[in-house]
């Protein structure tokens, strides 16, 4: 079991950046996939994107080529970097930990997620 931290969500304007980070507590941070989910208000909670233990990311088509997730094994930390961020990102963002062989899209573990709040 991983212990997970989000922060740096905010009210960032339409086409801004904004950065996006998930402490995990734990010596085996190292084997987990992580991904990044967001729930819009009165919709479904959606994967935006993933990355595996080695490094190895996936991301939604609605974030493809905007949003940048990655980690560093020796801080225990995951990040979403959000560039070009649209007001139809509003949402709260949460990371979650699956555990090595098991997909991110069935996480094992989730933080309790930051709120990101684009303006237009």
């Known amino acids: 079991q991983v212990q997970l931290v989000e922060s740096g969500g905010g009210l960032v304007q339409a086409g801004g950046s904004q950065r996006l980070s998930c402490a995990a507590s734990g010596r085996t941070f190292s084997r987990y996939n992580m991904a990044w989910f967001r729930q819009a208000p009165g919709k479904e909670r959606e994967f935006v994107a993933g990355?595996?233990?080695?490094?190895?990311?996936d991301y939604a088509d609605s974030v493809k080529g905007r949003f940048t997730n990655s980690r560093d094994n020796a801080k225990n930390k995951e990040y979403l970097q959000m560039n070009s961020l649209k007001p139809e990102g509003t949402a709260v963002y949460c990371c979650?930990?699956?555990?090595?062989?098991?997909?991110?899209?069935?996480?094992?573990?989730w933080g309790q997620g930051t709120q990101v709040t684009g303006s237009s």
């Open positions: 990355i595996n233990w080695s490094g190895s990311t």
């Open positions: 979650a930990a699956a555990p090595y062989g098991t997909s991110w899209l069935r996480p094992s573990d």
